[in-house]
Structure formats: C-alpha cells, structure tokens
T-cell receptor, first 115, second 112 residues
Framework: GAVVSQHPSRVICKSGTSVKIECRSL??????MFWYRQFPKQSLMLMAT?????????EQGVEKDKFLINHASLTLSTLTVTSAHPEDSSFYIC???????????FGSGTQLSVL | QQQVKQSPQSLIVQKGGISIINCAYE??????FPWYQQFPGKGPALLIA?????SEKKEGRFTISFNKSAKQFSLHIMDSQPGDSATYFC???????????FGGGTRVLVKP
C-alpha cells in the first residue's frame, strides 16, 4: 500500500488565490519531508526541505513567502502556494524520508493549474 | 550547474529489446545512486539503487552498471515490455542530508 499520501491530486484555481497541498507519511514518523516541483517533460527540482518543528530550508531561488511550508507533526507537511499565478502551474511532489536513503518515498503528486 | 547529466532524453525500443540509459555525475561526494520510474501523473518510485563499492547490481530485468573512475552509471532494462514505458530518472545523493539530485529524465517507449 501507499507509504505517502498526497492531496489533492489535482487542483484548478483562479489567479490570486492560495492553494494548500498536504503530504502525509502513513507508515512512519518523518522528521524530514521534501517538496519538489516538476514542469512538463522536465526533471524534479527540489524546492525545500521540510523539518518537523522548525523552519523549512528553501533551495536557492525559491521564494519562501510564496511557498509556505508547515511541518507541524511527524506525519504531516503542507505546502501552501500563496497568491497563485499561472506561472505557478506545475506538478508538485512531496517525498518522505523514512530514515534511510533507501526509504525515500514519493507522494503521487499534485497537478496545480492556475487560470 | 547540472550535477547529474542523463542521456538520452527519449528512447524507443521494441518489445523484448534492451533499453539503456546513461548518467554521469560530477560531485565525487555522491555515494548513493538510485533510479526512479515515473508514470504520467504519478510520483517517482524507486526502481533500483547502487553504491560505488559495487560495479553492478541486478534486480530482475533491471541492471545498474557503475563505473566509479569514469563517474558514470547506467540502467539496462532487459526484455523491455510495453508496461515499462515510463520516464526514468537517475539520481545521486551524498551521505548527509538525504537530498537527491536528479538527472534530466529519459522517456522510454516500448513498442509492442
């Protein structure tokens, strides 16, 4: 069964609205989760590392005020795309660190379309 | 700077044939090299992985070959099946932090 649950799988919103994406670790407690962004036919780009109980670590070039990450519990991290614009349309994927590198599991992704 | 370079970008192979995807890395601190399979609209799933102390690893129809001196590794899919049609990503990881650096991806199409 799924190790990581990501919701919603697809969201369409109007420009200027905020969208929240949830990533849940189902099988283990995850002190670290990762958020990726993937444009069509391109690779995954790491956006940020979500740390339980502390601030997320953002990759260079990623606006932390635009992409708010909250990792309030050992099983849940959320990514909020604030004031979304069409250029934010993308496939967002979370991954969960199960404690070993072989135990890095990915969610099923969220397709965000901003009109 | 792209730390993991993957080729080809796309690949068409006949059913039963061999699919070969190559990756090269630059950072010698990388010590874990996984391959992921991704179907459209889904997240990546770990396929097979190798560490640099091993030159080859085989799991079923999937084999990784690793050349530490050349800083290259490759994925071979033997007896390719239409169900193998997907995008494959190589990746690399350092010992600390568990961040993955992904290659650009290879779209594989297996024709029946």
């Amino acid at each position: 069964g799924a190790v990581v649950s990501q919701h919603p799988s697809r969201v369409i919103c109007k420009s200027g609205t905020s969208v929240k994406i949830e990533c849940r670790s189902l099988d283990f407690q995850a002190t670290t989760m990762f958020w990726y962004r993937q444009f069509p036919k391109q690779s995954l780009m790491l956006m940020a590392t979500s740390n339980e109980g502390s601030k997320a670590t953002y990759e260079q070039g990623v606006e932390k005020d635009k992409f708010l990450i909250n990792h309030a519990s050992l099983t849940l991290s959320t990514l909020t795309v604030t004031s979304a614009h069409p250029e934010d349309s993308s496939f967002y994927i979370c991954s969960v660190n199960g404690g070993r590198r072989e135990k890095l599991f990915f969610g099923s992704g969220t397709q965000l379309s901003v009109l | 700077q792209q730390q993991v370079k993957q080729s080809p970008q796309s690949l068409i192979v006949q059913k039963g044939g061999i699919s070969i995807i190559n990756c090269a890395y630059e950072n010698t601190a990388f010590d874990y090299f996984p391959w992921y399979q991704q179907f459209p609209g889904k997240g990546p799933a770990l396929l097979i992985a190798i560490r640099p102390d091993v030159s080859e690893k085989k799991e079923g129809r999937f084999t990784i070959s690793f050349n530490k001196s050349a800083k290259q590794f490759s994925l071979h899919i033997m007896d390719s099946q239409p169900g193998d049609s997907a995008t494959y990503f190589c990746a690399a990881n350092k010992a600390a932090g568990n961040k993955l650096t992904f290659g650009g991806g290879t779209r594989v199409l297996v024709k029946p």
